[in-house]
């Protein structure tokens, strides 16, 4: 079973971009985060689409902003919308669904952003990790959470961590909460399979930022060990990060029992080197 994960940063924008993504890729499990679209407005975009293509869907879309889908070649049953016991901001926003999905529980997540250390936006999300890890834990044995998390794990996961003093995505607070789900038996499936390789899933769309590989991981694959046992192949599919109209992110392609068109490496294509000397590169939004 091939499972993927894709922020589209707005499936409106990226339709273009995610229908032959779909048809090359074949994916049996999508995860979408970031779609900015109601239900309906999503259904009638692409429910004739999505359903000549063989996928079920569950939606929970919020206009403009935020949004998850889940897509299933495989079934899609037990849909569940949200995460039960997380705070609102103030009201709770459109950022999980999770069903059975060829007999695995899979949950598309868009995690908060954080926006500055210490506001009141990053404890929300701080709360709102601490309600979704409560809700793997007590979930089935066989669970996978793929998405945008808006955390980098470690240092290893930016390109200089200098560049990110001072920001959210890399505080000690923020990865203790992600570093929870491991602590539950969820592993990152990645990282497994590439140990201390460089890989970036997101690259912001100023400065020519993933022309130049100034990336950070944030866009993770997180199952339980009745899952990442069956992990064969796990790799960013960076080429859906070039050409015209992309999201700035890149989708995550995990394969289960087979690695379906070998293990053919971490990115595509691979990685170049490491920045030469920290510091020597900013954010674009980091003041001058």
């Excluded at 919020?62 to 899609?76: C, I, M, P, T, Y």
Aim: proline content about 8%.
């Amino acid at each position: 079973m091939r499972i993927a994960t894709w922020n589209v940063n707005s499936v409106k924008q990226r339709v273009p971009r995610l229908l032959p993504w779909l048809d090359e890729r074949r994916p049996d499990v999508v995860c979408l985060q970031e779609t900015k679209l109601g239900n309906e407005a999503l259904e009638e975009l692409l429910g004739r689409d999505l359903s000549q293509r063989g996928n079920a869907y569950a939606l929970h879309g919020e206009q403009a902003w935020n949004g998850v889908a889940l897509l299933s070649r495989v079934g899609l049953e037990e849909v569940v919308r949200g995460v039960e016991g997380a705070p609102g901001f103030p009201l709770p926003e459109a950022r999980a669904v999770s069903a059975v999905c060829g007999g695995i529980r899979v949950t598309s997540v868009y995690a908060p952003n954080g926006r500055a250390p210490d506001s009141e936006h990053y404890f929300y999300k701080l709360a709102w990790f601490s309600a979704l890890r409560d809700v793997v834990a007590a979930g089935p044995e066989a669970a996978i959470v793929c998405g945008d998390m808006n955390i980098a794990p470690t240092d290893a996961d930016v390109f200089d961590p200098e560049a990110y003093v001072g920001q959210t995505h890399v505080t000690p607070p923020e990865r203790a909460a992600l570093a929870n789900f491991a602590a539950g038996g969820c592993k990152d499936v990645v990282r497994n399979n590439w140990p201390t390789t460089r890989v970036f899933t997101y690259w912001d769309y100023r400065a020519g930022m993933f022309h130049k590989d100034l990336g950070m991981r944030i866009d993770l694959v997180l199952a339980t060990g009745a899952v990442a046992s069956r992990v064969r192949a796990a790799w960013v599919d960076r080429q859906a990060r070039k050409g015209t109209l992309p999201s700035d992110h890149a989708p995550v392609i995990v394969d289960l029992d087979e690695a379906r068109d070998g293990d053919i490496g971490p990115v595509v294509p691979p990685p170049s080197a490491p920045v030469a000397r920290r510091g020597a590169y900013k954010l674009p939004q980091s003041p001058d």
